[in-house]
T-cell receptor
């Protein structure tokens, strides 16, 4: 595997379900990010992890819970979501968390549908 | 508040018809401007980073330029496979996040 991978690629869940999204980067980077992309809206940053420590939470509701066990893996745990949470969830990584404006590399995304 | 505005929102061109996409930004102390290409249902693909006014970067039919207030992505003699949404982004002042524009959806007709 190369670059940034995400699983699953598609997920349909009910509002009472609990599910997790997984991201893995094979680039040797130290920073990882979760973004949400809704139709007709700009990419929206959710969380930033730098060297496994969460350094930014962009006012994300608590029904989204991130986990970063090491610099290569990032999870997004989902529970009691709302239909408006349906979106493309993108993971990205960079050498470090934008200290000098380092490029971010994105995974293919998970298309989430909440019924 | 730091902002990134892209124009036009959508652009249709004939194959071979050159044009430019615009990205204007309001952020002090620019620490880089990034261009990405995004195909439907996929993650953004990194294209270029520009750091200072006057800088230019090229890749195949694409050339990105930067001034103090905006960046242009010039596409020369485009082909249908250049059809995609093109995104630009800048690091937000004092924060560890990128501010993205809403993108330009480019369609190249054969």
């Amino acid at each position: 595997e190369t670059g940034v991978t995400q699983t699953p690629r598609h997920l349909v869940m009910g509002m009472t379900n609990k599910k997790s999204l997984k991201c893995e980067q094979h680039l040797g980077h130290n920073a990882m990010y979760w973004y949400k992309q809704s139709a007709k809206k700009p990419l929206e940053l959710m969380f930033v992890y730098n060297f496994k420590e969460q350094t930014e939470n962009n006012s994300v509701p608590s029904r989204f819970s991130p986990e970063c066990p090491n610099s290569s893996h990032l999870f997004l745990h989902l529970h009691t979501l709302q239909p408006e949470d349906s979106a493309l969830y993108l993971c990205a990584s960079s050498q470090e968390a934008l200290a000098g404006g380092s490029e971010q590399f994105f995974g293919p995304g998970t298309r989430l549908t909440v019924l | 508040e730091d902002q990134v505005t892209q124009s036009p929102e959508a652009l249709r061109l004939q194959e071979g018809e050159s044009s430019s996409l615009n990205c204007s930004y309001t952020v002090s102390g620019l620490r880089g401007l990034f261009w990405y290409r995004q195909d439907p249902g996929k993650g953004p693909e990194f294209l270029f980073t520009l750091y200072s006014a006057g800088e230019e970067k090229e890749k195949e039919r694409l050339k990105a330029t930067l001034t103090k207030k905006e960046s242009f992505l010039h596409i020369t003699a485009p082909k249908p496979e250049d059809s995609a949404t093109y995104l630009c982004a800048v690091p937000e002042q004092g924060a560890q996040k990128l501010v993205f524009g809403q993108g330009t959806r480019l369609t190249i007709n054969p």
